[in-house]
């Protein structure tokens, strides 16, 4: 659901009175207080009405309530209630609320109870707030997933790009990045896309500095000591890949007509 002072709870009522394709049900994982008294508010208090809710976010209990709600969504009621949450403030105790959605949601996902996590807006200051250890969706997928190679890939009908470096300050990215880590990137993106597409995709490299640095006039070689060997081991492996780009064209309508995805 997201925290439960912002904008989360509203985006999974209106997600609720949205007709979904067939076959897709819904599980919130959040506060059933929050979401009856925000469905108060936008007038569409009885829909919420008919909405089974399950007190624990246990697999078994998840499994059992919903195999006997219909097609109707679930809600996962993990608290706080609505008369401790004052909307728009950052605060510790819906920072935790909204990290335990998520890893309740991970775990239904492992369960195999649910198919695919969608996160709601969290805010990253109410997670340090509550002592969360990451600082963001991302890093929290990564660990308790498991998953040895992963990155931030962030789409719209327009454009997709993924990440190198994800929630760090814009001073410590070019200490970040390395040939590895970008050809990572590159196949992680390469895949996610061509699973996508149904047909091998177009990726385009950006530089780190302005005019993927003017070969070596601006920044310090980065283009061409760390960007470059990963375009060229990316290619090697078989990839449709263009670069270093400069980054202040690379996103025009004709240049995005031309990649499936920015790297």
């Not at 208090?45 to 909405?51: K, L, P």
């Not at 059992?64 to 605060?91: F, Q």
């Not at 070969?215 to 375009?231: K, Q, S, T, W």
Request: proline residues 6%; charged residues 20%; glycine residues 12%.
């Amino acid at each position: 659901m997201g925290d439960p002072a912002g904008i989360g709870p509203e985006l999974c009522l209106r997600l609720i009175d949205t007709p979904l394709d067939r076959g897709v049900r819904l599980v919130i994982v959040g506060s059933g207080s929050v979401l009856r008294a925000v469905a108060e508010r936008l007038g569409i208090a009885d829909a919420m009405a008919a909405i089974p809710i399950v007190g624990s976010a246990d697999p078994a209990s998840v499994t059992a309530a919903w195999s006997t709600s219909g097609t109707v969504p679930l809600i996962v009621d993990l608290g706080p209630d609505a008369e401790r949450v004052r909307a728009g403030a950052v605060d510790a105790e819906t920072g935790r609320a909204s990290f335990e959605y998520v890893e309740r949601a991970i775990e239904l996902a492992l369960g195999g109870v649910v198919d695919a996590v969608v996160t709601g807006p969290i805010h990253k200051e109410a997670w340090h707030a509550a002592g969360v250890p990451y600082p963001g969706h991302t890093e929290l997928f990564s660990e308790r997933t498991g998953a040895q190679r992963t990155c931030m890939m962030l789409t719209s009908e327009a454009i997709t790009c993924s990440l190198v470096t994800t929630h760090i300050g814009l001073a410590d990215v070019a200490r970040a990045i390395d040939s590895e880590r970008i050809r990572t990137v590159i196949e992680l993106t390469g895949h996610a896309m061509q699973r996508l597409r149904g047909r091998p995709p177009r990726l385009g490299v950006c530089g780190l500095n302005p005019h993927a640095g003017e070969h070596g006039l601006f920044g310090y070689g980065e283009e061409e000591r760390v960007i470059e060997p990963a375009l060229a081991a990316a290619r090697t492996a078989g990839w449709n890949v263009e670069g270093p780009l400069s980054a202040d064209t690379a996103f025009t309508p004709d240049q995005r007509r031309r990649f499936d995805a920015y790297v």
